[in-house]
C-alpha cells in the first residue's frame, strides 16, 4: 500500500537560517497537502500541490511538487521562532487513498 | 466562523466504560474522519464518512464505531475502551471534490483521551 514517508523526523534550527524538509511517496500522488501543527495546538491547513514540478511560496514558505509527482518539499528561509511546531503532508494516491506522514517537528533556537 | 466543535477536550476513563466523543461542523462539508495521533505514528485515519449514512473503515478501525445520521455530526464511539486507546484525537472535515478527493481538512482542537 502507499507509504508515505518524511525526513527528517526532527530538525533543530537556529533562528534566522533556512531549512528544508522532505516528503516521498512509494506511489504516484494525485496531490499533496501540507500541514502545521503548533505545539499543544491541532493541524491546520497549508496548502495543496497538485501538478507536475509544481511551485508555491507562502511568505517564507516554498512549497514543491516533484516532477514524478511521487516527492514534494518544504523550503522555509530565515526561520522565525513563530514556525515552531510539526509539519505533515499527506498524499493522495490514484486509488484515493489519503494518508499523512509521520511529520517533521521543528524546533527554533533564538 | 467556520470551525469543527470537538468535545470533550480531555477525557480521562476507565477500561471498558463505553464514551462517546462528539464532533460537529458547521461549513457543511460532505467528508468527515476521525484520526488519532501517537507519538512517532502522525496521524492515522480511524474512520471516515464520505456522506450522511456513509461510512467507512481506515487503517485503525478496531475498537471504534461511528455514525453519520446528519451532515454536521460524527461522533466517535469508543465500546469498551482499553488503555491501547490511550491517544490525541482529532476530528476533520473537509469538501469532497472530483474523485473524492478533499481539498485540505479543517481539524477539531482534539480529544486528549486516556484509559486507565
Known amino acids: 500500500g502507499q507509504q508515505v514517508m518524511q525526513i527528517p523526523q526532527y530538525q533543530h534550527v537556529q533562528e534566522g537560517e533556512d531549512f528544508t524538509t522532505y516528503c516521498n511517496s512509494s506511489t504516484t500522488l494525485s496531490n499533496i497537502q501540507w500541514y502545521k501543527q503548533r505545539p499543544g495546538g491541532h493541524p491546520v491547513f497549508l496548502i495543496q500541490?497538485?501538478?507536475?514540478?509544481e511551485v508555491k511560496k507562502q511568505k517564507r514558505l516554498t512549497f514543491q511538487f516533484g516532477e514524478a509527482k511521487k516527492n514534494s518539499s518544504l523550503h522555509i528561509t530565515a526561520t522565525q521562532t513563530t514556525d515552531v511546531g510539526t509539519y505533515f503532508c499527506a498524499g493522495t494516491d490514484s486509488w484515493g487513498k489519503f494518508q499523512f506522514g509521520a511529520g517533521t517537528q521543528v524546533v527554533v533556537t533564538p | 466562523e467556520a470551525q469543527v466543535t470537538q468535545n470533550p477536550r480531555y477525557l480521562i476513563t476507565v477500561t471498558g466504560k463505553k464514551l462517546t466523543v462528539t464532533c460537529s461542523q458547521n461549513?457543511?462539508?460532505?467528508?468527515m474522519s476521525w484520526y488519532r495521533q501517537d507519538p512517532g505514528l502522525g496521524l492515522r485515519q480511524i474512520y471516515y464518512?464520505?456522506?450522511?449514512?456513509?461510512?467507512d473503515k481506515g487503517d485503525v478501525p478496531e475498537g471504534y464505531k461511528v455514525s453519520r445520521k446528519e451532515k454536521r455530526n460524527f461522533p466517535l464511539i469508543l465500546e469498551s475502551p482499553s488503555p491501547n486507546q490511550t491517544s490525541l484525537y482529532f476530528c476533520?472535515?473537509?469538501?469532497?471534490?472530483?474523485?473524492?478527493?478533499?481539498?485540505?481538512?479543517?481539524f477539531g482542537s482534539g480529544t486528549r483521551l486516556t484509559v486507565v
Open positions: 476533520a472535515s473537509s469538501y469532497l471534490g472530483q474523485g473524492g478527493k478533499n481539498y485540505g481538512y479543517t
Open positions: 464518512s464520505m456522506n450522511v449514512e456513509v461510512t
Open positions: 461549513m457543511n462539508h460532505e467528508y
Open positions: 500541490l497538485v501538478k507536475s514540478g
